[in-house]
């Protein structure tokens, strides 16, 4: 089965930047990809999604700010978060293989990560 690695959180202050990695053990077949988050008191959201062809979607609330991708070649898929607000603050989850339409209000997966915490004061 393949298993999803997220790295890259951490702390940072408003207005920072940072890259979230999800390695993955082996090529993903499925054709949509994506980052969730689910915040303190909150419900997961979607946050950014990536088809097979390269297409991507961004919730509202991070459209200019953050950025989906991915390397086919080293199985891996990336979010770059600029401009950071606290209300970003959240586990961040990558997932493969999501239900139905490959956008952000998808919330179920084939596989999904173990999540990494970034903090933003």
């Known amino acids: 089965q393949v298993q999803l690695v997220e790295s890259g959180g951490g702390s940072v202050q408003a207005g920072g930047s940072l890259r979230l990695s999800c390695a993955a053990s082996a090529y993903i077949y499925n054709p949509c990809m994506g980052w969730f988050r689910q915040a303190p008191g909150k419900e997961r959201e979607g946050v950014a999604t990536?088809?097979?062809?390269?297409?991507?979607t961004y919730a509202d609330s991070v459209k200019g700010r953050f950025t989906i991708s991915k390397d086919n070649a080293k199985n891996t898929l990336y979010l770059r978060m600029n401009s950071l607000k606290p209300e970003d603050t959240a586990v961040y989850y990558c997932a493969a293989g999501l239900w139905g339409a490959c956008i952000v209000v998808a919330t179920r997966a084939n596989f999904w990560g173990q999540g990494t915490q970034v903090t933003v004061s």
């Open positions: 990536i088809d097979s062809d390269g297409k991507t």
